[in-house]
């Protein structure tokens, strides 16, 4: 049945439609940005002179997936963020559609949660394009090369979003792990369950 | 014998409780499904499935919820299947899935997706899907359909899907 299935799928994977595939994929480089903080302040990459690499996370405040995943996302800058490799939050949602996701609720959770990492607008959601996320939460884990910000993993932080199976792979750990021990991670990309990104006039 | 009208009413009440009761079961039932279920589940060649993929904490999912059952109510006597595949928390069954499906007293089929892991179930649905809900699929085996959609659909939409595919 399941080869049956297969040859099926094979066959009609021209009448499939593909959704949008665009934005980093493992090996790409990434470019800079330059958005507003929960400070008030605009924030770049290249602010960080001493950074390794980045673990930056499509999230937001309204999806329960992100909910979810807050505390991990937390316990990531926590480890890594002294080893070279901050979290950079980003709410790439339209607050106009979803004003729990507005700059002011923004403020007001990373105060409340008190976030130890730069939790960062995306108004155009031009740099959400150019990622390519689609959902919240989505990860990237980029490394800091002579040829840029080189994309080393994309996808889910970890494959238990219930944290009910203790085997879980944690992806995001383990990617910066390798990276940190001078390997590639083994796992580049995963897919992330969650909240479609809300776009502008959508 | 005679049946005095108390004894009527009684039984009439009786029956009423009866019909409620199994009614109140049908709704409230959402099974669980793996995907080698969920691919067996949409072998029959002479039914077209439209399997939304969803979740109660989705907003978007459940404001087109409605118009995936509008569509299986229309066409309740065809051979179409509308399948509602909820990609909430497995621990949410009892306390998030259920509750919601008894609420909103759908008539298409309810399950909650088992898996080990998102990421295996959102691959072997289908390779492009990115994760984000709502997604839809379209399939029929014997037309070879295997359509693929990260979108919202509006009622009229979906009648367009089963219109072109049936």
């Given amino acids: 049945m399941k080869k049956l299935l297969i040859l099926m799928l094979t066959a009609v994977s021209a009448v499939a439609f593909k959704t949008a595939d665009n934005g980093y994929k493992a090996g790409d ?39 979810a995943y807050e505390k991990r996302i937390m316990a990531l800058d926590a480890r890594y963020a002294s080893k070279g490799y901050p979290v950079i939050a980003i709410s790439p949602n339209d607050p106009v559609a979803e004003p729990v996701d507005s700059y002011a609720n923004m403020q007001k959770r990373a105060a ?91 | 014998m005679k049946i005095t009208a108390m004894q009527r009413n009684v039984r009439f009440l009786v029956f009423m409780a009866l019909t409620g009761l199994c009614v109140f079961r049908a709704d409230a039932q959402v099974k669980t499904i793996s995907y080698a279920e969920l691919q067996k589940r949409i072998t029959n060649p002479d039914t077209l499935y439209i399997v939304n993929f969803w979740a109660t904490w989705c907003g978007p999912c459940v404001s087109e919820l409605p118009n995936f059952d509008k569509l299986q109510r229309t066409y309740k006597d065809k051979p179409l299947k509308v399948l509602l595949v909820s ?25 909650l997706a088992l ?51 049936k």
Wanted: overall charge positive; hydrophobic content about 40%; glycine content about 4%.
């Fill in chain 1, 29 to 67: 480089v990434a470019a800079d940005f330059k958005l507003k903080n929960v400070t008030g302040k605009m924030l770049s990459l290249a602010d960080y002179s001493n950074a390794k690499g980045f673990i930056v996370v499509f999230t937001c405040n309204h999806c329960p997936v992100a909910q």
């Fill in chain 2, 87 to 111: 990609m909430d928390f497995q621990s949410k069954l009892k306390t998030a899935v259920i509750p919601f499906v008894k609420r909103h007293k759908m008539l298409a089929q309810v399950y």
């Fill in chain 2, 115 to 165: 898996r080990k892991s998102d990421q295996e179930m959102i691959n072997d649905v289908d390779k492009n899907w990115s994760g984000a809900l709502p997604a839809t699929l379209v399939f029929n085996t014997k037309k070879h359909i295997h359509q693929f959609y990260e979108k919202m659909f509006t009622y009229d939409e979906l009648n367009k899907i089963y219109q072109t595919n």
């Fill in chain 1, 112 to 202: 409340e949660r008190k976030y130890t990492f730069p939790y960062l607008i995306d108004e155009t959601q031009n740099i959400t394009r150019a990622f390519g996320a689609q959902a919240t939460p989505t990860a990237y884990v980029l490394q800091k090369t002579d040829k840029g910000m080189v994309v080393q993993y994309v996808g889910a932080i970890d494959n238990d979003q219930e944290q009910a199976n203790p085997a879980r792979t944690k992806f995001v750990e383990n990617a910066v792990d390798a990276l940190m021990s001078g390997k590639k991670p083994a796992v580049t990309e995963s897919k992330a369950l969650g909240c479609r990104i809300v776009w502008k006039n959508s």
